[in-house]
């Protein structure tokens, strides 16, 4: 059984196994590789709801968006060998992530690397890295203040 770093039900992890399966047949990665993937997408966002938004795309649109990014314009370019996937974050010593869940008490580790990667990633939209400089500064903010406490 796959562990999600989110709280499901059976109806959202049956999504989510599908949304694995289909990114480890489109994209011939493991299934820790997209696990992850979707770990890093919804790493805060619990799927409990039946009235949940993700439930509004198919498992193979949700494989593409979290595999190459909702900004990257997949659907219009999937034969495009200029087309990449979103950087796979990597651990404090350089090696690709082997886990299939965000171990509790990294996951501000993840998103901070998620937000770096996205300010020094060369194919960033710049609304995207304003974006991602917004949150590293609030999130960096936010541990100042904790640790002061």
Not at 69 to 89: C, E, V
Not at 98 to 125: C, H, M, N
């Amino acid at each position: 059984m796959i562990h999600f770093s989110f709280k499901t039900n059976e109806e959202s992890y049956a999504l989510c196994y599908e949304i694995v399966e289909c990114m480890m047949r489109e994209f011939t990665i493991e299934e820790s590789e997209a696990v992850c993937r979707i770990n890093l997408q919804w790493s805060d966002m619990d799927f409990l709801d039946e009235d949940d938004i993700r439930y509004h795309e198919t498992p193979d649109d949700w494989a593409y968006i979290i595999y190459y990014g909702h900004s990257s314009r997949w659907w219009a370019r999937k034969n495009d060998p200029t087309l990449k996937p979103k950087p796979i974050h990597e651990n404090a010593n350089k090696g690709p992530i082997k886990w299939t869940f965000v171990p509790r008490g990294q996951e501000s580790f993840i998103i901070k690397k998620a937000l770096i990667d996205i300010l020094l990633d060369p194919y960033s939209k710049e609304a995207e890295k304003d974006d991602a400089a917004i949150d590293l500064a609030n999130i960096l903010k936010m541990k100042k203040q904790l640790l002061s406490c």
